[in-house]
């Protein structure tokens, strides 16, 4: 059995303002109905201007898509009726999107993924439904007028594992875009889905559409689901029936919602209170000009200025701010490895832990540079960069306050080691005869009786030193 799947994406463009009025596009746990006007209440007479920053979000990710942009776009109106779209229409693009044909390339399980893109278009969010217990419903038109981009792949992908590895990174490209926050329980991005399932490769099958998935895992069990629904079916020599089904997360089903819609249904036809969109060259390259690095650009560089093995480029490199922390760290103190080290263990178990990256990237180089240089051991720089999670003190603040340098101080590391070897002549002998292993025992003598503080290689250096000079006295 082959199954295909295509992906229909919206994210949610973060602009200061809604796509065709001057309401605030933040919307999220607002006083409803608090950020509308006539123009998003869908009053009549009142008429909409394009938001210039959100044709441009949506051209920068058409180009990281690598898609092209055509020189004439237009908006037309998809009608339906819904109590949370007052216009009756929404403003969407039908047949002249502003991106098309472009792909993205993934990984999944370490192999090269490629998934071609059919088109990136801009449309206008509608509002939102609150249904109470008592069984009423209540319309909040606060999201209504939002840009959100829809972003169409081709029915390129084979396997839900697969359909969620490219909405990982599809999500992380928007993200370092800085179009879209990429939060999928927030809904400002969702993701619809088209499965069907053939035993001829020739062949498709008859597809289903499945909605109402909020996170990655919700798209790979959905999936599943539906991909198991199918194969089922057809083994049972029955038909699929062709719907839209809802996934239901707590239960693990996909529940039918309403029969699909062809597009002919919506009887689009062009905006008339808005004229197309002219993207010229000029207009193209300051977009370009203006993009920032995409994940592929910033793993490059990483693996190239940093020589660091792809392991650690691709957890540093995973969310764009973790990468920005790790580079000002580095700025401080150019020691890539052992940077990579600390920030994608201590530091990133302690960012789950805490929430925020609470040491500031010049304070963790200070303690680390105090780690290289020997002045404190592995131990005191663990201990003093929780305490500076938890505290909000510098690491090296908690290192002076709780005493935590090492204890470097020659002259009293040579007065242990002489009163270790006097009290333990047998020993010295037996390494003086060859059992040169004792070294490790002396050296946790010595250790023991620091509390740990000493630098063990300097420990280890001065017995070392003792030792020969005690055997070239005898
Ligand atoms: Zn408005």
């Known amino acids: 059995?082959?199954?295909?799947?295509?992906?229909?994406?919206?994210?949610?463009?973060?602009?200061?303002?809604?796509?065709?009025?001057?309401?605030?596009?933040?919307?999220?746990?607002?006083?409803?109905?608090?950020?509308?006007?006539?123009?998003?209440?869908?009053?009549?007479?009142a008429l909409p201007v394009l938001n210039r920053q959100a044709v441009e979000y949506t051209l920068r990710v058409g180009l990281a898509l690598h898609c092209t942009l055509p020189p004439r776009s237009k908006f037309d109106r998809k009608n339906y009726f819904y109590p949370d779209l007052p216009k009756g229409y929404q403003i969407s693009q039908f047949d002249e999107p502003l991106c098309l044909g472009g792909y993205l390339d993934f990984e999944l399980d370490g192999q090269a993924q490629c998934v071609r893109v059919q088109r990136v278009h801009l449309e206008e969010d509608a509002g939102k439904l609150i249904h109470a217990p008592n069984g009423t419903s209540q319309v909040d038109l606060n999201r209504t007028g939002v840009p959100l981009i829809e972003i169409v792949t081709e029915a390129d992908l084979t396997s839900p594992e697969q359909a969620s590895a490219f909405m990982r990174s599809l999500r992380q490209l928007l993200r370092y875009l800085k179009v879209c926050d990429g939060d999928m329980e927030k809904g400002s991005l969702r993701c619809d889905a088209n499965l069907s399932v053939s035993p001829d490769l020739q062949r498709w099958g008859t597809k289903t559409e499945v909605k109402n998935m909020n996170s990655f895992r919700a798209v790979e069990e959905a999936l599943k689901f539906e991909q198991k629904r199918h194969v089922a079916l057809l083994q049972a020599g029955q038909a699929v029936v062709q719907q839209t089904l809802g996934w239901d997360g707590d239960k693990g089903v996909a529940v039918p919602q309403r029969s699909k819609e062809a597009s002919d249904d919506y009887r689009y036809f062009p905006e008339p209170d808005l004229v197309p969109v002219r993207v010229d060259q000029a207009w193209r390259d300051a977009v370009a000009a203006a993009m920032p690095e995409t994940p592929a650009q910033c793993r490059k560089r990483f693996a190239e200025r940093y020589k660091l093995p792809s392991y650690d480029v691709g957890v540093l490199t995973e969310e764009r701010e973790l990468a920005d922390y790790f580079e000002a760290t580095i700025e401080h103190f150019n020691e890539p490895k052992l940077v990579s080290n600390w920030v994608m263990g201590e530091i990133l178990r302690l960012l789950k832990v805490h929430g925020q990256l609470k040491v500031a990237p010049k304070d963790l180089a200070d303690v680390l540079q105090a780690l290289a240089q020997g002045k404190i051991h592995r131990k005191a720089c663990k201990e003093a960069i929780e305490a500076a999670f938890e505290t909000g003190k510098t690491p090296l603040a908690i290192v002076e306050e709780r005493g935590l340098d090492q204890l470097s101080d020659a002259g009293e590391l040579e007065h242990l080691a002489d009163a270790l070897l006097s009290a333990n002549v047998d020993q010295v002998?037996?390494?003086?005869?060859?059992?040169?292993?004792?070294?490790?025992?002396?050296?946790?003598?010595?250790?023991?009786?620091?509390?740990?503080?000493?630098?063990?290689?300097?420990?280890?250096?001065?017995?070392?030193?003792?030792?020969?000079?005690?055997?070239?006295?005898?």
């Open 429 to 474: 002998e037996r390494y003086r005869s060859g059992k040169v292993g004792l070294i490790g025992w002396f050296v946790g003598q010595v250790m023991a009786q620091t509390g740990g503080k000493a630098d063990p290689k300097a420990v280890k250096a001065v017995l070392e030193q003792k030792l020969s000079n005690w055997l070239s006295n005898v």
């Open 1 to 45: 059995m082959h199954t295909v799947i295509g992906l229909e994406v919206h994210a949610q463009l973060n602009t200061h303002t809604k796509l065709f009025c001057g309401c605030s596009a933040d919307h999220f746990q607002k006083p409803p109905n608090s950020q509308t006007c006539p123009v998003c209440l869908g009053m009549p007479g």
